[in-house]
């Protein structure tokens, strides 16, 4: 695989993990290991159940970059806040930006979110904004100078997998910077799914760290996104109402 | 992965490739390789791209075993003639059994396909059958002895993918021979749908060969078959129609 | 809709009853009417809810031509001896023919089905043959001399509706008889499909007599296959992956 | 079907339909009158095939009730200014909100379409809001009190049915004010599915007046719509994965 150029960060991993539903420290190292990612998200506003710092300091160990998110934030104002104090304190300009609208759905609130995105941009972040799979809004994000757009494939937690494959399209054929598949993926198809509709990477949590075998999940995971990633870049053969023999007879 | 056990034989590798398709042996030869595959179906009476005997030379030197199979047969009788001269020119006891109805959906027939598979079976073969996804049929040809059954995604070029998942797990869920994902594969989600409803390996010809890049697609099919290995056995996330924050608030 | 004809018999309801699952008499005679039924699926060899011969006597009071089925036979011999006794009691030459494989799918099986048509055919049934959605199978029955072949949408009982279009539309596209659509049907936009995929008609039983309230959904699915006769021959609009304007700029 | 009821008018057709798109006035009134529609929307800032001021004439005799809609307009004032034009021009209170984001998508733009929804309830508009399938607008729409909510099932013209039901099924059961679906529609099915999630009305313009038989579609679309909302009410059988025989063994 390419390198994947998000601002001015470069991974040659396409597969971002969220640390948010592991049941330890331990559980959650190996799934990092076995996923290959280099870059993982943790929340600064909730509790992971590895609890306290230990999550940071395990990063730091393993190497992998950290991405603060501001999941648990209602409003613009408190997702700026929040990122402004994860800056501070862990030293990172980098932000995925979530502004949840209410607990049942956990799905991102478009106006604050679109708000929350100018504001961090122009306070110099490099800003992963996590949106719903509209394609107006995905654009208005980019030109709001967010680094990605992260687009949802379901609600997050529901392992619905990618609901609209469409609106995943549009927003790929029109956007300029990385695309993210984020929330919704359930199992390795459909992260494979993702990067085949175009994706530059997936973003996943629960998917791993709730598996029943969380390591060997996060390696089917590493997988099925380079898979989609190489199939998208093959040229699929077209699809058929009719059959076609694969060689004509002799 | 486990090693797979078909009959008296043993593959590491999960993906069966066929070389209906391929523009040349060079790019055949690229696909092979890059796909890891171990089996290779290669069409008895059928004049395969790359002519003459060329594929079987190939296929020798690059230490992969044959899967002879009976493309292009209508009836039992025919069949059975086919596998029978294959075993004789190619030593092998392996058989891929294929008997289409008719050339416009290249659909197995039900009825010739069981004849074929009993008499095969009485003669000796190691018989992988191709079938429809009908689950009664599918119980069938394992109980007439076949070594793996082969249900379809989708006819055969088509690239439609696994138009019926429910019938792939039905038939998976009362078998005690591996059931291989035989035809319709278009891409690379495809394969690793197959391996997570429970099939054992996946066989594809043109979604390689006829690919705007056959290596690369091999290699991306070889990560689908793992990816969807894996995920089967790793333990999926239940789907829920709510939200679920990944952890808890703090 | 135009009269629907299937062998001498000619109806103006494209909607065909099965009786099982009712809770009893009068909530059965209530959705009968409510669908607008002319043909009314009974097993023989099945204590229906309304036990004994009170359904035969509501469908001779309702006018509503009987069509005996074979439901819970397992072999051609049982289903030919079971419509032989069905014509002799029933004074009908009509007879569906269902051959069941197992309980935990209800399929159909393939060859005792094929078997058994030939027989009832060359006996002078008028046979309406309930299959797999396999396009082959259906064509054999065709050719055995079935008056009707009626592919499943999913197993019985199942409600998951129609599991694969694909199938359907080839066997609509090559069959010279009429399509009915039998079996897994669960609510009425699964019948508008298999109306819009170019089925002559839909066989339903437990979608209806089990539903919560079986009266109206007995004159939803009435109106569902309208709805589905009326648009395949309205000639629907093509799948665009842009958007269109309805009306140009003035 | 019970009346709908939408801010202060009654209906008792829950088809409700677009003008745009029609060949002539004479294939439209053939349409909307066998659609049974009582409301039907004009674009006015459109040139309708019909031209003119025929359409209006057209509605007033068939004494079906005019929805005036935005569509066309870029910004939340070009809406405002537009629902003003025509209140005036046409007596009528009630607007359908329209504000598309650019000519590719024609998908709504969120937040000027919020804003013009906010400006046209404190005006005293009646607004039916066109919006994406996004729950968290969905909620904002009626909050700002607007009369109905109209998710897209997709882009306008595409033809493409609902392509995420999910996201339908959360509007839906959040909502206090009635939710039609509004563009993507092709054929019936599309429509009854629609119901069956809980929509209380749909609207659609090119599906019938850009079918082959455009008076045909529109009887298949007044069935599909009745199909799908006596449906909804009668309470579907649960779907299963292993079959279930409609009665038991005698």
């Given at each position: 695989m390419d390198d994947l150029i998000i601002g001015e960060h470069k991974l040659s991993s396409r597969l971002i993990i969220g640390t948010g539903g592991a049941a330890n420290l331990e559980v959650l190292e190996r799934a990092l290991v076995a996923s290959g990612t280099q870059l993982t998200t943790v929340a600064m506003r909730r509790a992971d159940a590895e609890?306290?710092?230990?999550?940071?300091?395990?990063?730091?160990?393993?190497?992998?970059?950290?991405?603060?998110?501001?999941?648990?934030?209602?409003?613009?104002?408190?997702?700026?806040?929040?990122?402004?104090?994860?800056?501070?304190?862990l030293e990172t300009n980098l932000i995925k930006l979530e502004v949840h609208a209410d607990d049942r759905t956990l799905l991102p609130d478009p106006l604050e979110t679109l708000e929350a995105a100018e504001r961090l941009v122009a306070d110099g972040f490099t800003v992963f904004a996590y949106t719903n799979d509209d394609p107006v809004l995905a654009l208005r994000l980019e030109e709001a100078g967010c680094a990605a757009v992260m687009p949802l494939g379901a609600p997050i937690g529901t392992g619905l997998g990618i609901r609209n494959p469409h609106n995943i399209e549009l927003i790929v054929s029109r956007a300029s910077v990385p695309i993210v598949l984020d929330a919704g993926i359930g199992t390795a198809s459909d992260a494979t799914l993702a990067m085949e509709l175009g994706c530059s990477a997936v973003l996943l949590s629960t998917a791993v760290t709730r598996a029943a075998d969380p390591e060997r999940m996060a390696l089917a995971m590493r997988s099925a996104v380079e898979a989609g990633y190489l199939a998208r870049g093959a040229g699929r053969v077209p699809q058929r109402f009719w059959a076609q023999a694969s060689s004509p007879p002799r």
């Open positions: 609890g306290g710092s230990g999550v940071l300091e395990l990063l730091r160990r393993l190497d992998i970059e950290l991405l603060p998110n501001t999941a648990g934030c209602r409003t613009a104002a408190e997702a700026v806040l929040t990122a402004q104090l994860a800056r501070e304190a």
